[in-house]
Each structure stands twice: as structure tokens, then as C-alpha cells.
């Protein structure tokens, strides 16, 4: 491990002492939008891909992905997913996004069914379908992932199942000096367990797992001199989760929730440095959640929260020909209201609060080799107690990494 530590640290000073120049890459991903502040003002094909199918065709023959954060052991990467696009004519391009959990199965686990041992659906897998015309490209995406499990025993029998499926249709219009874009995203999630014991039966289910989520944004030219455009999104999403046994069971709580986001913002975007950029705004935005759970007396919990001033703001610029830097900042202000009606009494707290303040400050760095690009978020330790040659503590350089490869003609 020492040996290959010292090889790559050799490869990266050789690296930084050269002049070789790279510019067909396409930097994207998770690691990059954090880097940038978490930042909705700005574009990036990994995120835009996956929010909307029709940006598909402005990134043609493209693969992409995340190759994970560490939350297990030194060996080992999470929230890993892999993805490519090929364009199969001058007006449509066809790809796949694979284990990319884009639905909120995981939500609803813990919230029920604490006696049913859901199963969580694996391997979730996406179909990119784009079609452009001279002013707008239409996308469709449609997503599936599921997984089912069956124990037997005597006189015992016990079928599992969990799944989550949809689509999400999208549109980019192009316009002169700018584009607008819509999107919406469909999924029902279902979680049911069958309990066969001594030939009597309880299925648990949920009724509802719906859930939908819409996107609007444009970016439209303000000052042309300056490259200056001005950049207005709009997002909506709710989803519902009502769970249901048959026959009922005397002393089951059913507990139904639902839950609402509305979030929208106004930010600019320019170009500054050399092949950089910067993008920021101010956002406003309220959420919500509502369980009701239905017993002898109704038990209730009712969350609502008003996002303002909520900031974000990201810039990007050429160290060198082949090395990108990102500095972001993020941070929000929430009100919010809880309130909580058990046996009959009710207790609300209201508050006033700040977003947490660990990842007000972003930053990160992007690798380009050629057609390839390797992009991660700086961790923090690094940079208070330094690279382990200077401190001896074993430091992650990275906290998230991306990996893109772009090989249009």
C-alpha cells in the first residue's frame, strides 16, 4: 500500500511539473455539484442527465458516473453508480443508468412494518431515451428496480417483496442565447409481506407509495458583453406512504404520511479566469410532513418549514491545462413549526435555525486526461492537518469522487 501511495503521489508531481494540454474532457457528477456549492444555478451533465433525460442529447456518447464516497472502511466506496449514452442517429440517443437509487423506497423503511422485514429492491436501472429537433429535444426515462424473497418452514410460509417504478419525461428548448428546460418524475413504491402461519395469512402493504417530482429552470442572456445570463429555477415534489394490513390486527397501528417540497430561486451565471465560471443565487422554499397514525385516539405529528435566505454560490477555474479548481458555499435559514398531538395532548415547538454548518465551505478538484475526468470534493482534514508525509495522519485527499469519459467524435 506505501509502494502504490508513493507511486501515485510521483504520478501527480509529474504531473503538476508538466505542460501537457487536455480539453475534450467533460468534468460532471455528484463530486463536482458539491464542490460547487450544492449548487442549482449551474449545469452539469451528470446531475442534469438524471433530473432530465433530454439533456442526453447534448452529451452524446458520454459515460459517467460516481465512483463513491467512504463511510465503511479504508477499501471501500458507497453511493456508486454507472452510466453511458450513445447517439444512434443525427436525432435520437439511446443509454442506461445503473445503480443510481433515484426513488424513496428507503424512506418508508423504518416508518412501518417493523414486524414485516421488508426487503430494500436492488440494483435500480434507467433507460435514457432522447429525441432533438432543430429548437427542443424531448427525453424519457423510464426506471425499475425490485427484489422479492421467500422462508418456509412447517406450517410457516413467508413471501417478501419490494419494488419501486416509473419514468421521468423531459424537455430543453433551445433559445437564443439560452435554453429552458422542464421535467417531471413519476414512481409508485410498493413494500408487501405475506405471513402464512398455521393456515391463516396477514399481508402487510402499503396503499399510496406514490411519489412526483417537477423541474423547471432556464438560463436566458442579461448582459451580452459580460456573457452575463440569468438563471430562475422551480422545483415541486411530494410523495405519500399508507400502510395497510389484512385482516386487521388488533393493536396494529396504521401510520399514513405524506410529504411536500416546494423550493424555487433566481442566480446568475457568467464566465470568469481562464475557461472558468461562476454561478450563485438566492433561493426561498417550504417543506412539509404529516404522519397521522389511527388507533382509539388519533396520533399526530405535522412538520412545516419556510426556507429563507437559502444561498448557494460556486465558482470554477483552470489551475492548469489539465487541473480544475471549485470553490462553493452554501448555506440556509429555516423556520420551522412541529407540532405533536399524542393520547389527546398537544405540544408545538417552533424554531429558527441555520443549516448545518460542517459543509458551508466546498471545495474540490478535477483531473483531465485527454477524453477522461476524475473529479472529487477536498476533504477537510486534509487541509488542517496536511498530507501524511507532513503529519503523519492518514487523511483522505478526497471525500466524494466522479469519473466522466467523453469519446464523441
Known amino acids: 500500500m506505501k509502494i502504490a501511495k508513493l507511486l501515485l503521489v510521483s504520478v501527480f508531481a509529474v504531473l503538476l511539473l508538466s505542460n501537457i494540454s487536455f480539453s475534450q474532457a467533460i468534468s460532471s457528477g455528484t463530486a463536482r455539484f458539491e464542490a460547487l456549492g450544492y449548487n442549482p444555478f449551474i449545469n452539469d451533465a451528470s446531475i442534469d442527465i438524471n433530473r432530465n433525460p433530454a439533456w442526453a442529447n447534448f452529451y452524446r456518447n458520454y459515460a459517467f458516473g460516481d465512483l463513491g464516497r467512504e463511510v465503511v472502511n479504508d477499501f471501500q466506496l458507497t453511493d456508486q453508480f454507472g452510466a453511458v449514452n450513445f447517439g444512434v442517429s443525427k436525432s435520437i440517443t439511446l443509454g442506461m443508468v445503473l445503480n443510481k437509487r433515484e426513488d424513496r423506497w428507503n424512506d418508508f423503511i423504518g416508518k412501518t412494518f417493523s414486524e414485516a422485514s421488508a426487503v430494500e429492491p436492488i440494483v435500480p436501472f434507467k433507460l435514457l431515451f432522447s429525441y432533438t429537433s432543430d429548437k427542443f429535444t424531448l427525453g424519457f426515462a423510464p426506471y425499475i428496480t425490485s427484489r422479492s424473497l421467500e422462508s418456509k418452514g412447517t406450517n410457516y410460509d413467508s413471501v417478501w417483496s419490494g419494488s419501486s417504478f416509473g419514468a421521468q419525461l423531459g424537455t430543453v428548448f433551445v433559445l437564443d442565447g439560452g435554453w429552458f428546460e422542464a421535467a417531471i418524475d413519476g414512481k409508485f413504491n410498493k413494500i408487501k409481506r405475506e405471513i402464512t402461519l398455521s393456515g391463516v395469512t396477514n399481508t402487510y402493504k402499503n396503499a399510496g407509495g406514490l411519489q412526483f417530482d417537477g423541474f423547471l429552470r432556464g438560463k436566458f442572456m442579461l448582459v451580452k458583453q459580460m456573457k452575463l445570463s440569468l438563471v430562475p429555477y422551480a422545483s415541486v415534489g411530494f410523495y405519500s406512504w399508507n400502510p395497510t394490513i389484512e385482516p386487521t390486527l388488533l393493536g396494529f397501528l396504521e401510520t399514513k404520511h405524506s410529504y411536500m417540497n416546494i423550493m424555487g430561486g433566481l442566480g446568475i451565471s457568467m464566465p470568469i479566469l481562464d475557461k472558468g465560471f461562476m454561478a450563485g443565487g438566492l433561493s426561498a422554499g417550504f417543506n412539509s410532513h404529516t404522519a397521522t397514525a389511527t388507533s382509539t385516539l388519533t396520533d399526530e405529528y405535522k412538520y412545516s418549514a419556510f426556507v429563507f435566505p437559502k444561498f448557494n454560490l460556486g ?28 393520547v389527546g395532548v398537544t405540544t408545538e415547538v417552533m424554531r429558527t435555525l441555520a443549516s448545518d454548518p460542517i459543509q458551508t465551505i466546498t471545495m474540490g478538484l478535477g483531473f483531465q486526461f485527454g477524453r477522461f475526468s476524475i473529479d472529487g470534493t477536498i476533504g477537510e482534514k486534509l487541509l488542517k492537518e496536511g498530507i501524511y508525509t507532513v503529519s503523519g495522519k492518514p487523511n483522505n485527499l478526497f471525500g466524494m469522487l466522479s469519473a466522466s469519459y467523453n469519446f464523441n467524435k
Open 315 to 342: 465558482m470554477e477555474w483552470a489551475l492548469t491545462d489539465w487541473l480544475i479548481g471549485r470553490l462553493g458555499y452554501s448555506r440556509a435559514v429555516t423556520s420551522d413549526n412541529q407540532k405533536y398531538t399524542d
